[in-house]
């Protein structure tokens, strides 16, 4: 068993000291919106085989971080190598609903050790997040009173009337939004506004309007934002 006399461990009151005191700390956390919750690091042992299973014993440095950043908590621990100042093992978790969206993107974090690129990725990626959950409450403030609105994930919002029409079944619109994240940390979204026409739709839709709707909207996008954009269609289709 290694002790570290060097171990430290920061808590909550010494971690808001820190953000309170250092003014590079405290740009950086306004820049980024990162706030740590937890942070330590620590001396543990390790033991390295080369190709002929000979075994070399040494002491990486164990770093542990909490936070979250625009709402969105995650865990970071990664180990070093501080005599050749190399990343040697890195752990990443995320909160569930985000794993889905985040998981290959982490997968490649933790292979290639590379810490700049998860916070790149994961800052870019939250901001992104934070902007689909907001869009989603506001709609849902918005036409609760006319519309029937529900989830299946965090990524997709279905849109429907309150009251069905008396030709049959009414459209509904599934508005889609999910982030992909490359391997350079960058974030691409894409956000969709697809409608499902019963058949007996197909009657009155003579000029193809519901069909061109993807389309359109994604034009809408550019001038008004994403927001703007199924208020518009919305208005469109439901006479709302």
Known sequence: MISDPE???YSQASIKKIYETDVQIKRLASFTKIKFTKISNSLIPAIDTNYNN???RHVLRRYTYFGATYG??????FDVDETNACVKKTKVNVGFGAKSELGKFIEFVEHENNIHIFFKGLISYARLNQQRTRLFEALKRKYHRSLLISSSSSTNEYLEPEEKQDFGDAIDLTL?????VSRTG???PNIQLIPRVPPKWEIFDEKNLVSQLPAQFLKLVQLKGVQGAVEVCVRCIFDL
Do not use: D
């Open 186 to 188: 960058h974030v691409v």
């Open 7 to 9: 171990e430290k461990n």
């Open 176 to 180: 889609y939004w999910r982030n992909t």
């Open 72 to 77: 969105l908590a995650f865990s970071l621990i």
């Open 54 to 56: 000979e075994e070399t």
